[in-house]
C-alpha cells in the first residue's frame, strides 16, 4: 500500500450528475485518483464496506476501473462488485446495489455526451439506496477535493476485471459479475413477459437503437434472446470506447438514424433508443415521434397492466421543467403529483419514503421505484407492456391520451456551447427582470406569473434554490430557462416551451407550430438574437 502526496486540484465540484470533464482532464496526473480518494473520505471511509462499480465502457473506463480497486483495496474496503470487463449501465448498477444491500456504488460514465480521447468521461458516487449521492453527499465530497493533501493505491496490478468470478486484491474481495443476468431477471418481475413475446410472435416490428453504448448487450439478451424478437432488432449493438463516432444522446437530432428508419415507408412498428450508460430512453412510434413528457404521462395512465405496478401507483413526481402531462393524469386518478428541480435525484427521498413510484424528466429519463436511477430499457418495456395490452400501437394510444386528458403541446430549445458571459447576460437578464413582467402582454400571450424555482424536499426539509426560471402566461402556457449542469463546454442554455390545449379539433398540430406564440414570446423577453447572436436552437426536443 502507497500513499501519494498530492495537492487539491480546481474544479472537481459535481454537477447534476457526478463529475464530468474531457477525458484528457480525467487523465492528468492524480486527477482521478483526488476524487476517488475524495468520494472515499466523504462519504466517511470505506473501511470494510462494499461497493458496486462499473461504467459505460467509454474511452478510459477499464483504466479508472482497474485504478479505483486499487484504491479501493488500500482504503481498506471490504469487497468490489465489479461488472464483467468494467461494464454497467447505470440502471443495473443501481440495481445491484440496492440486490446485494451494497454500501454504495462508483459509476463511470458521461451519460449521453460522447465518449473517445478526446470527448467526455464522468465519476459518480451513488449511496445504499442505490441512487445518485444528494447534494450533502456531493458538497462533502467537494470539499475533500479542495483539501486533500494524498491518497492511498496499492502497488501492483488489479485482477483480470474480463473474467467472472471472485478473487482478492491485498485483502480485498473481488466479485466479477455478469452485467446483463440481475437486471434482465428484475425486468422480467416488473413486466409481462409472455404477453410481449407474444407480440413479436405475432410479427410485430420494433428497432432498438443502442447506440455504441452500454445497453446493446442488455438489449439482446432481453429484447432477441428473452423476448423473442428476431436478431438484429437492436441495433449499434456493441459498446465501444468512442460508441462509434455516435453522440448517444437519444432524441431526435442525435438519434436520427432512428428517426429515419421510423419515419420511413415501411418502418418497424415500434423503435426506441438509449443513451450511453442506459438510463435515458426515446420510444418512437411508426411515423410518431413521443415527447418524454407525453411518454411519462401515459405510462402514468396504463402502468397497472404491468403485473409489477398492478396494485396501482402510491403517487407520481416529475422535474419542474417536464410539461404537466402527468398532472393531469394524476388527478384524474387521485394520484399525489411532485415537482422536483432538475436531476433524478431529487426523486429518491420520495421513493425511499414510499410517496411516489413513477417519476420522469422532459430530458428523456422515465423510471420507477425498482432502483433509484432511470431507467431506458424499463421504459422500452413499459410501452412493449402497454401496446401488447391494449393492442394498440404508439400513435393510437397517444391519440386516445390527449382526447382523454387534453394535449400538453411540449418541446424543449437547446442553445449549446454559448460563452458563459453571453449565456449569462441572458439567464441574469431575465431574473433581473422577473418582477416586472406580471401583467405584461406578448402577442395574445400576457404574463400571469414569473419566479425562479425553488424546492422544499418534503421529506428531508432540505430546501434547493435556483432551480430554473419559470414565466407563466394566463392561459396555461409557459416557458422555463435553465442553464445545463451536464455540459462541459461553454454554457447550453435550455429553453422549455409548453402550451395547453383542450380543444379536440386542436390535439394533432406540430409542436412547434402549436408553441409558434410562446416561442416568440420566449424569444422577445429573452432577446437571444442581440445576447449571443442567434435564435436557431442546436438541438430541438
Ligand atoms: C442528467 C440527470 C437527469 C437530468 C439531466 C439534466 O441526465 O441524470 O436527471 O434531468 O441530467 O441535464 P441538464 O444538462 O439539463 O442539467
Ligand atoms: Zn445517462
Redesign the pocket.
Known amino acids: 500500500m502507497t500513499t501519494i502526496p498530492t495537492t487539491p486540484i480546481d474544479g472537481q465540484k459535481p454537477g447534476?450528475?457526478g463529475l464530468r470533464k474531457k477525458a484528457r482532464v480525467f487523465m492528468e496526473p492524480h486527477y482521478l485518483e483526488n476524487f476517488v480518494q475524495a468520494i472515499f473520505d466523504g462519504i466517511g471511509g470505506i473501511a470494510g464496506k462494499t461497493l458496486v462499480l462499473g461504467g459505460d465502457g467509454r474511452f478510459h473506463n477499464d483504466v479508472a476501473v482497474r485504478t479505483i480497486l486499487r484504491m479501493a483495496a488500500a482504503n481498506g474496503a471490504a469487497k468490489m462488485i465489479v461488472g464483467q470487463g468494467g461494464l454497467l449501465s447505470t440502471p443495473a448498477a443501481s440495481h445491484l446495489i440496492r440486490l446485494h444491500e451494497t454500501d454504495g456504488g462508483i459509476i463511470l460514465s458521461a451519460?449521453?455526451n460522447p465518449g473517445g480521447i478526446d470527448e467526455d468521461f464522468g465519476i459518480k458516487f451513488n449511496t445504499p439506496n442505490g441512487g445518485?449521492a444528494p447534494e450533502s453527499v456531493t458538497d462533502a465530497i467537494y470539499a475533500r477535493t479542495k483539501t486533500i493533501d494524498s491518497y492511498q493505491i496499492l502497488e501492483g496490478d488489479a485482477p483480470d476485471i474480463d473474467a467472472i468470478g471472485n478473487s482478492t486484491l491485498g485483502d480485498m474481495a473481488v466479485e466479477i459479475v455478469d452485467p446483463v443476468t440481475d437486471y434482465a431477471d428484475l425486468m422480467e418481475e416488473l413486466f409481462d413477459f409472455a404477453a410481449i413475446r407474444a407480440l413479436f410472435a405475432d410479427n410485430f416490428t420494433m428497432q432498438f437503437d443502442a447506440m455504441n453504448a452500454i445497453t446493446g448487450p442488455y438489449g439482446r439478451e432481453i429484447l432477441e434472446d428473452r423476448l423473442g424478437a428476431p436478431k438484429g432488432t437492436v441495433v449499434h449493438d456493441t459498446p465501444l470506447p468512442d460508441f462509434g463516432g455516435m453522440h448517444p444522446d437519444p432524441n431526435p437530432t442525435w438519434a436520427h438514424e432512428l428517426m429515419d428508419v421510423m419515419f420511413a415507408d415501411d418502418g418497424p412498428d415500434f423503435g426506441a433508443a438509449s443513451d450511453g450508460d442506459g438510463?435515458?430512453n426515446m420510444i418512437v412510434g411508426r411515423r410518431c415521434y413521443v415527447s418524454p413528457s407525453d411518454s411519462l404521462a401515459l405510462i402514468a395512465a396504463h402502468a397497472t397492466v404491468a403485473p409489477g405496478y398492478k396494485k396501482g401507483l402510491s403517487g407520481v413526481a416529475r422535474?419542474m421543467p417536464t410539461s404537466a402531462a402527468v398532472d393531469r393524469v394524476a388527478a384524474a386518478l387521485d394520484l399525489p403529483c411532485f415537482e422536483t428541480p432538475?436531476?433524478?435525484k431529487f426523486f429518491g427521498n420520495l421513493m425511499d419514503d414510499g410517496q411516489v413510484a413513477l417519476c420522469g424528466?422532459e430530458?428523456f429519463?422515465t423510471g420507477s421505484d425498482h432502483i433509484r436511477e432511470?431507467d431506458g430499457l424499463w421504459a422500452v418495456l413499459m410501452w412493449l407492456n402497454i401496446i401488447a395490452a391494449t393492442g394498440q400501437g404508439v400513435a393510437e394510444l397517444l391519440k386516445a391520451h390527449w382526447a382523454t386528458y387534453g394535449r400538453n403541446y411540449y418541446s424543449r430549445h437547446d442553445f449549446e456551447a454559448i460563452p458563459t458571459d453571453q449565456a449569462d447576460v441572458v439567464f441574469d437578464g431575465l431574473r433581473d427582470r422577473l418582477g416586472d413582467l406580471v401583467g405584461q402582454s406578448f402577442g395574445d400571450l400576457t404574463v400571469s406569473a414569473a419566479d425562479e424555482f425553488s424546492y422544499n424536499d418534503p421529506v428531508d426539509g432540505s430546501v434547493s434554490h435556483q432551480q430554473g426560471l419559470r414565466v407563466m402566461f394566463e392561459d396555461g402556457a409557459r416557458f422555463v430557462l435553465?442553464k445545463?449542469?451536464?455540459?462541459t463546454t461553454g454554457a447550453?442554455l435550455?429553453l422549455y416551451l409548453e402550451i395547453l390545449e383542450d380543444d379536440p379539433e386542436l390535439l394533432d398540430q406540430d409542436a412547434q407550430d402549436a408553441l409558434a406564440n410562446v416561442i416568440a414570446a420566449a424569444h422577445t423577453i429573452l432577446g437571444f438574437e442581440a445576447a449571443i447572436g442567434r435564435t436557431t436552437p442546436d438541438v430541438v426536443t
Do not use: N, V, Y
Not at 445545463?484 to 455540459?487: A, F, P, Y
Open positions: 447534476t450528475s451519460s449521453h445518485p438510463d435515458r422535474s432538475t436531476g433524478w424528466e430530458s429519463g432511470k435553465r445545463s449542469g451536464t455540459g447550453t435550455r
